[in-house]
């Protein structure tokens, strides 16, 4: 047996347009440490190495590895939603075997908050059974909700850029149909993710940082009651005559109700009705100056999935963490994230850091609260400062063949299966309900 | 008064991405001829002209009318839904006095099957009173539903190309998010414009021409009941165990409302419950096999005002049917509309003509019943190789500022009003209501 040992690498939540580039930043970068064997991906997420399900990475044209800077979300190698829980300790023993299967040293776990505690307990129980396995964490998500409120352990996650640019070109758009529509149909409504954190909706102020636009914001930070959003709605209208209206899908409007997922997500896009219907359902019922005067679009998933809009900063920032991680796994440094920290001073510039898995786990961001204006339909200059640079300056260059877009298209090349089948603890509950 | 006549430009109906780039075309173009003056735009449309709003487009700095070709929508001269009908006549008579005292000679209407209608009835009247007014049409729509079903008349209008293009390349990205998606999660629902006619949801099949996607597409020429819906996403889930399923907004699907807007078109956008959220809420309620397995995405009217998206055949043939619009006004061709043509042949090829107007008025498209296969879920080759090029090959070039779209700007540089004030017939009984 060579002393390289393997890598498993795996992702989790929803995905991100530059997710797939943090994973070809550890790919490409992994490659180059001797120490470092096969990389292999766990099949979506934690459930495909539960599964023993691993696809070989190492055994894949570079062509395809390098297309992964152009390919959103999570197609090639899978994400899941499984949480792994303290009291699922099958789980985690067979964790631990499957890794002892393939003499994995090394596991990498691309997510969020629960993503980097999962990673954490992985590595410390692999430990306490002898295994020596380093446990990195890279972090990915759309929301920016990873880390603390001050920005110490991270300033931004890689993922939320790409969000931003979407909302603040979309909205540029959306601006010129507004703009140009009949007087008739006056009110545009935007339904933006982020479940219960605000820089999602918050991003759409970069369209117009001058605030030249109609453009009022709520986020899910500010409860209101519609009462309030129409007279909001209605003073813009009375001065501008049209009005671009923000909602968070977790934006609470007193009289709608909430429904929630099977994690106790508030969940609106499977639910009964989105908030964006509902508002514009209650704003046409109350007082609009004509009658069917909202409309809304629910841009939904595209939002996480769409490359096009995708920041060159952020994906830049993606595989640079990818890549850090690889290093702090062949440097056997376990327990640690790869971090984005930005360095002081009036022009944008970061550096690439590690911080304690544990810490991350722990801390809890918030949308600070001062960056919301206080009528609560607005965001402040503090907020465009920190979140103009994520967007960037330029188009990501996209190949296409035949007018499609070129995605890279990775083999089924999966490692052989030497254990017994194994079905994953949170699935056998579910399969009994 | 010198021998050139003034011209008038206007717009109707929902915008395009491409819409202002036939604008520039017929600007640009119509520069070039002395027989024309200065060009105007009605302001929103035939009710700015109606109200003495005109634009002064041929004041404009050179660099923003050049910058019209990227910047969608209709924000910059505004469109408007306004109908002009033919009991109508005060506003028939205020139109020739609106002509007569700008000193009108040429009058462009840019928009579908009614604004032809429109464009030719102004002509004839003012030429039945002696003003000698050139009237020509610029075909535009989303929707394809301009001109006949043969696709003699107009091959397809420019707009389409580049919402299809939109469907083919979101579709594609959409595919990434599905197939990376936990199992619990396998139903991705998205709606597509176009309330009475197929060609939009038909275009993401152009995402997956080979059929290799779990893909399902519903055009509102087909009826169907949620039971046969959930039977067909059912028997996909069974063979891919996820599926990605297309619904126009104007599906009829049993036991799901309609809502009609002021003309009594079918209406989605601003509807109590779109499509989209009915069928999600109905397949989640029946049987898929896991809760919640259904979400939405309702991109509304970002398909029409985005255009990163943008079809460059599409922008380059809008530009051209403005040119020739601009030609036919020169060359004193009244009551026609400029036209786009597929030459013969396996090479994408086309001419530009022009048509009646009273013919495209007159006519009818529908979207051909032999495109859509018989279990109803999808679209033939024969639509593929219709539609295939109009959405190019290549990415629309846009150019940013500071991390924004840099979008034309125009000045408010209106003619001066010589006539009384005036409130056109149907805004007046509207205020009546």
Not at 52 to 59: M, Q, V
Request: proline share 6%; with cysteine; charged share 20%.
């Amino acid at each position: 047996m060579s002393k390289a040992r393997n890598m498993v690498v795996a992702q989790s939540g929803g995905p991100s347009p530059v997710i797939n580039n943090s994973l070809r930043g550890l790919v490409e970068a992994a490659r180059g440490f001797p120490q470092i064997g096969t990389i292999y991906a766990g099949w979506h997420g934690i459930e495909g190495v539960l599964k023993e399900e691993l696809l070989d990475l190492s055994g894949q044209p570079a062509d395809e590895i390098a297309l992964l800077r152009v390919t959103p979300a999570a197609g090639s190698i899978g994400t899941c939603r499984y949480k792994l829980r303290e009291s699922q300790t099958e789980d985690f023993e067979r964790l631990i075997e499957v890794f002892k299967a393939h003499n994995v040293g090394y596991f990498c776990y691309i997510g969020g908050n629960d993503s980097m505690d999962t990673a954490n307990k992985v590595a410390k129980l692999a430990n306490e059974r002898g295994l020596g396995l380093v446990g990195v964490g890279v972090p990915k998500t759309i929301d920016n909700d990873v880390g603390d409120s001050a920005f110490k352990l991270i300033d931004h996650t890689p993922g939320y850029g790409s969000t931003a640019r979407y909302w603040a070109h979309m909205v540029q758009f959306a601006n010129e149909e507004n703009a140009g529509s009949s007087p008739a149909d006056p009110v545009l409504v935007l339904q933006a993710m982020g479940r219960k954190i605000g820089f999602i909706p918050a991003s759409a102020r970069l369209a117009d940082p001058q605030r030249e636009l109609p453009l009022q914001i709520y986020l899910a930070e500010r409860p209101v009651t519609l009462e309030q959003m129409a007279d909001n709605i209605n003073g813009l209208l009375r001065r501008a005559g049209r009005a671009i209206v923000v909602v968070s899908e977790g934006l609470q409007v007193a009289d709608i109700g909430e429904v929630k997922d099977s994690f106790g997500h508030t969940q609106f896009s499977s639910s009964h009705l989105t908030v964006a219907q509902a508002v514009i359902n209650g704003l046409n019922a109350r007082g609009l100056p004509v009658k069917g005067a909202a409309r809304a679009n629910v841009p939904g998933t595209d939002q996480r999935h769409n490359m096009i809009y995708a920041s060159t900063v952020d994906l830049d920032e993606a595989f640079r963490a990818g890549q850090m991680a690889a290093e702090l796994a062949a440097q056997g440094t376990s327990g640690y994230m790869s971090t984005i920290l930005r360095e002081p001073g009036e022009i944008y510039n970061v550096r690439y850091d590690k911080v304690p898995l544990a810490e991350v786990a722990n801390s809890e961001r918030t949308f600070p609260a001062s960056w919301i204006t206080p009528d609560g339909t607005d965001v402040t200059d503090d907020f465009i400062r920190y979140a103009r640079p994520l967007i960037g300056d330029d188009w990501p260059s996209i190949p296409l063949i035949d007018g499609r877009v070129r995605l890279a298209r990775l083999k089924p090349l999966f490692a052989d299966q030497r254990l017994p089948k194994y079905i994953p603890q949170a699935d056998r509950k579910l399969s009994q309900n």
